[in-house]
């Protein structure tokens, strides 16, 4: 297998992809973990960090490898919350602008929503709560951070340049997030045309965050600012504060998220090209 990464990246990328796809689409569909007591689909990210581990070991690569060094660990995550801080700071002052030109005043909730058996919206407030939703996107990052950012593009750049193998790596991870919408149709939560809308804009919002953190992996030179900002934006933005108006909560949620990732995206590009072009210089 240690031949695969030389030779083969490609095919061993799109075959680990492949693997944790299905074991994602196993749980979305048949487990459906989301709708029980744990309120999030878990299970497949646990099992990619372990499917993840066991290629590691067969290539005989190293967790730092792939970027998760220990040096850096604490700086590049405050980094990576710091800039989806920021960023949100902006778009959420967006969001109540435009509520409050509507007529339609609102103000935050801090609580984590989750969904009971008969799939209705719920409001968490306890602490409990809050613990489990960092701790199980905390799991979800680091998987999804690994795979994508890590080793798919430690892989494919044996090969091909780091564009390229960065804009392989965000196209799979847009692909990755085309399960929710597809899920949603089978459900009858929406109609065949708003699941292809769906599965369009999840697959430009996906791949754009993932070029974005595979950006800050080859910036900081390892994993952790990138898995900092993916976790702000999966707990904090989108699972813990809530803008709720007079026609309910976070109705503009999703252009919330939108215009935070194209600002943090400018600001990663940005600094990108300023680093490529000092290395021109000299």
Sequence with gaps: ????????PYHLCVAVFALCLSVRFT?????ETDKTVIGENILHKAIGIMILA?????????????GFQRNGFVSGILKGLLL???????????????LALQGN??????????????????????????????????????????VFRGLFIKMLCETKPFMAANGFAAFLFGIWHMV????????????????????IGYMILSGMM???????????????????????????????????????ADELQIVRIMAAQLLSFAFVWIIHCCRNKKAKDF
């Excluded at 989806?84 to 435009?98: N, R």
């Excluded at 984590?112 to 409990?128: A, E, H, I, R």
Aim: some cysteine; charged content about 10%.
């Design 210 to 248: 993932g070029i974005k953190w595979g950006l800050l992996t080859r910036i900081t030179g390892n994993i952790w600012a990138g898995l900092g900002d993916h976790l702000f934006n999966n707990t904090v933005a989108t699972n813990m504060l809530h803008v709720v108006s007079l026609k309910g």
């Design 27 to 31: 749980e979305y569909f048949l487990i």
């Design 84 to 98: 989806g801080c920021v960023c949100f700071a902006i778009s959420y002052g967006l969001e109540f602008a435009v």
């Design 105 to 146: 005043p609102a103000h935050f909730e801090l609580y984590v929503s989750g969904f009971t058996l008969t799939g209705s919206q719920v409001k968490n407030t306890g602490f409990l709560f809050f613990l489990l939703c960092v701790l199980f996107n905390a799991i979800n990052v680091w998987m999804e951070e690994g």
């Design 54 to 66: 066991l290629i590691l070991k067969g290539l005989q690569l190293t967790w730092s490898d792939i």
């Design 180 to 199: 929710m919408p597809i899920r949603s149709y089978t459900n009858g939560e929406m109609s065949f045309g708003q699941m292809v809308l769906m599965m």
């Design 1 to 8: 297998m240690g031949r695969s990464i030389q030779y083969k």
